[in-house]
């Protein structure tokens, strides 16, 4: 897999839109093995540019809130209309053994089983704020394979609104009915990156409990400053009901009219811009980190550095600086 003949074959394979080719390099994408990596950025290279942007679309929320319901009712929706969708699905990782429940699949049976749609389940583990370590690397394969929209749905714990946020055009927020109060502590933060609020669960006894909740996140978001080269009205919250089906069609037409107006202005070419810096920053530092940690000399010092600054006998920044010096082979610094 890792020559470059069965590199090539397999590129062809996934533009033909073969699944399982899909599959063997998203595999390939997220392995560790040294070897594995250098053939993961041969084939991301040789991976040609689409005539049509995909359409990357983030998904958070609290566990419970119906996401995959949602992803679900959602994604059935899309291809019904011909629209192919990939699915990254980040699960939660176990602290302890960092084995993951990985039962996205399970719970998105039809879409699953759809031709035109493509979920890949992944476990969070070493993943800053949720994202698996590779779904930024994953995307590009998912678009090569002709997916139209990318759907990154996330834990929803900590740094994963940021990093999914990094990675997506839109940013989808969804809670239950009534859910706001699980989210005080974080809840400023995550608004001001959601672009659309989604209270699901908005059917049966929960429907008035929906309207009202909607209605108060609506509120609370004319307060937030209005972004350049969205249209008016945004960002806006809206019900919806993964159950029934209804206000999907008017919240995917939400999703749509934002990203029209974002390529109109120029914004989408700015934000993808702006996202792919700032994962080369995140891959400069992730490199250094793995540099590091493969050397044993300098993990060995990073050791005995980080045990003084536990001590109280040397500043977290002069450790650093002298890690960083050790690095490079340079004088170390204070």
């Given at each position: 897999?890792?020559?470059?003949?069965?590199?090539?074959?397999?590129?062809?394979?996934?533009?033909?839109?073969?699944?399982?080719?899909?599959?063997?390099?998203?595999?390939?994408?997220?392995?560790?093995?040294?070897?594995?990596?250098?053939?993961?950025?041969?084939?991301?290279?040789?991976?040609?540019?689409?005539?049509?942007?995909?359409?990357?679309?983030?998904?958070?929320?609290?566990?419970?809130?119906?996401?995959?319901?949602?992803?679900?009712?959602?994604?059935?929706?899309?291809?019904?209309?011909g629209q192919r969708i990939a699915v990254l699905a980040v699960d939660p990782s176990s602290a302890r053994s960092g084995g993951s429940i990985l039962g996205d699949k399970t719970r998105m049976d039809l879409l699953s089983r759809d031709p035109m749609a493509f979920i890949r389940p992944s476990p969070?583990?070493?993943?800053?704020?949720?994202?698996?370590?590779?779904?930024?690397?994953?995307?590009?394969?998912?678009?090569?394979?002709?997916?139209?929209?990318?759907?990154?749905?996330?834990?929803?714990?900590?740094?994963?609104?940021?990093?999914?946020?990094?990675?997506?055009?839109?940013?989808?927020?969804?809670?239950?009915?009534?859910?706001?109060?699980?989210?005080?502590?974080?809840?400023?933060?995550?608004?001001?990156?959601?672009?659309?609020?989604?209270?699901?669960?908005?059917?049966?006894?929960?429907?008035?409990?929906?309207?009202?909740?909607?209605?108060?996140?609506?509120?609370?978001?004319?307060?937030?400053?209005?972004?350049?080269?969205?249209?008016?009205?945004?960002?806006?919250?809206?019900?919806?009901?993964?159950?029934?089906?209804?206000?999907?069609?008017?919240?995917?037409?939400?999703?749509?009219?934002?990203?029209?107006?974002?390529?109109?202005?120029?914004?989408?070419?700015?934000?993808?811009?702006?996202?792919?810096?700032?994962?080369?920053?995140?891959?400069?530092?992730?490199?250094?980190?793995?540099?590091?940690?493969?050397?044993?000399?300098?993990?060995?010092?990073?050791?005995?550095?980080?045990?003084?600054?536990?001590?109280?006998?040397?500043?977290?920044?002069?450790?650093?600086?002298?890690?960083?010096?050790?690095?490079?082979?340079?004088?170390?610094?204070?």
């Open positions: 897999m890792t020559d470059g003949a069965a590199l090539e074959a397999l590129a062809e394979r996934l533009a033909a839109g073969d699944r399982r080719a899909l599959a063997r390099a998203i595999t390939l994408v997220e392995s560790t093995r040294p070897d594995h990596r250098r053939a993961a950025r041969r084939l991301l290279d040789s991976l040609p540019p689409r005539e049509t942007p995909s359409l990357r679309v983030g998904l958070t929320g609290t566990p419970g809130v119906g996401k995959s319901s949602f992803t679900e009712a959602m994604g059935t929706r899309l291809t019904a209309r969070s583990s070493a993943g800053l704020g949720g994202v698996g370590l590779r779904t930024r690397e994953t995307i590009p394969l998912v678009e090569a394979w002709g997916a139209d929209v990318v759907l990154v749905e996330t834990v929803g714990v900590g740094q994963s609104e940021t990093m999914v946020a990094e990675m997506t055009d839109v940013f989808l927020l969804l809670l239950a009915p009534g859910g706001g109060d699980e989210l005080q502590g974080v809840k400023r933060g995550i608004m001001e990156m959601a672009d659309i609020i989604l209270v699901n669960k908005a059917d049966g006894d929960m429907l008035a409990q929906a309207t009202r909740t909607r209605a108060d996140y609506a509120g609370a978001l004319r307060l937030l400053r209005h972004r350049p080269g969205d249209p008016e009205g945004y960002p806006r919250a809206l019900a919806v009901s993964s159950a029934t089906g209804d206000g999907l069609d008017g919240a995917w037409a939400a999703v749509e009219k934002l990203a029209a107006a974002r390529r109109a202005s120029g914004a989408w070419e700015a934000r993808r811009r702006e996202q792919a810096e700032a994962w080369f920053s995140r891959a400069v530092e992730s490199g250094l980190a793995r540099r590091m940690a493969g050397d044993p000399r300098l993990a060995a010092l990073r050791g005995e550095l980080a045990a003084e600054v536990g001590a109280g006998g040397l500043g977290p920044e002069v450790a650093a600086d002298r890690l960083l010096a050790a690095l490079f082979g340079e004088a170390g610094t204070g």
